[in-house]
């Protein structure tokens, strides 16, 4: 009887111990996610032609083209890294299906962020995938640190969407 | 687990409900192993998690999920985006331990050590059903990334690939 009493009191302390580290954990990741939230605009940002460089845009004139029509889209930044399966293997096409689903009113920018410091730490990126949803004027309206799934990014940019009209 | 084949656009999925119901009861057994002190729990533990691991349509989670808890509609099936295949080598590392501890806890006297590494199947699995963080997939993303881990693919079946 004593046996099971001292063995119902160790599965209990390790209960507690298992519940505080749920705790801490969840704390630290709000903590990071609402440093996230709360930076400044994106636009301000002098590495953002650079981005839209990377993104895809080859001249100065079409990044500027490209500039004024992602001015008014809500747009992912998609952070990722070479060695990243889980980016490859369900973010993209996640990505893929957001973008195929949203068209012009959405605009997908993949990050590599062991080369973007200054993006990874801005967003306060802990790990990738992560993806961030930026409203029409810049500000985070979302952080997603871990994949987020397709249906949860349509949902976020929807709310980006209907918060920028 | 539950995944869909190639065609369906290639989306990877997996049903969650399964996911926590399979960790629901393997916090359940190891628990109930831990108190009652009954070793021969942990490995009939140790056996669902590798028949899990090993041969998903075998698994008896998965069978008492298909034919139970979702006729009964304690459950119902809820797809996700997501890879089967960490989740399943979450499965075989959980039977590995539980494998270990039965081996501890029947042979030697180490029983400690044996009721150490059931707690901590106990734990990881309590983690992934409260918060879902899979300790095993963690795992298993960072041995593809230090190339420790052949590339398993999962397409309807594996295929190893680059071993």
């Known amino acids: ?165 | 687990m539950e995944s869909t084949t190639a065609a369906q656009e290639r989306v990877l999925r997996v049903d969650t409900r399964l996911g926590k119901f399979s960790q629901g009861c393997t916090v359940l057994l190891t628990a109930l192993a831990f108190v009652l002190s009954q070793p021969w729990l942990v490995a009939v533990t140790a056996v669902v998690m590798a028949l899990s691991a090993l041969v998903p349509a075998a698994s008896p989670y998965r069978l008492l999920y298909k034919w139970v808890v979702v006729p009964l509609g304690i459950l119902r099936p809820r797809l996700v985006e997501d890879d089967p295949a960490p989740h399943r080598f979450a499965q075989g590392v959980g039977a590995v331990f539980l494998i270990a501890a039965s081996i501890l806890l029947f042979l030697t006297k180490a029983t400690a050590v044996g009721w150490a590494l059931d707690l901590i199947v106990f734990v990881l699995a309590g983690i992934n059903l409260t918060v879902g963080f899979c300790a095993g997939c963690f795992v298993y993303y960072h041995l593809g990334r230090l190339g420790l881990l052949p590339r398993v693919r999962y397409e309807g079946g594996f295929h190893w690939r680059g071993v």
């Open chain 1, 1 to 165: 009887m004593l046996a099971l009493l001292v063995r119902l009191g160790i599965l209990a302390l390790v209960a507690v111990l298992l519940f505080l580290i749920v705790r801490g954990g969840r704390w630290f990741v709000e903590t990071r996610r609402r440093q996230a939230l709360a930076t400044e605009p994106l636009e301000t940002l002098p590495g953002l032609e650079k981005l839209l460089a990377r993104a895809g845009q080859g001249s100065e004139a079409a990044t500027e083209k490209a500039g004024m029509e992602i001015a008014s889209a809500v747009r992912i930044l998609a952070f990722s890294s070479d060695d990243c399966r889980q980016c490859h293997q369900l973010q993209e096409p996640a990505l893929r299906r957001v973008q195929a689903a949203l068209g012009q009113r959405v605009r997908v920018i993949e990050v590599d962020a062991p080369t973007s410091p200054a993006l990874t730490r801005r967003y306060h990126i802990l790990t990738v995938p992560s993806t961030v949803i930026l409203d029409a004027q810049g500000y985070a309206h979302a952080v997603n640190y871990g994949f987020a799934s397709s249906q949860r990014l349509l949902q976020q940019v929807d709310e980006a969407l209907a918060e920028t009209v």
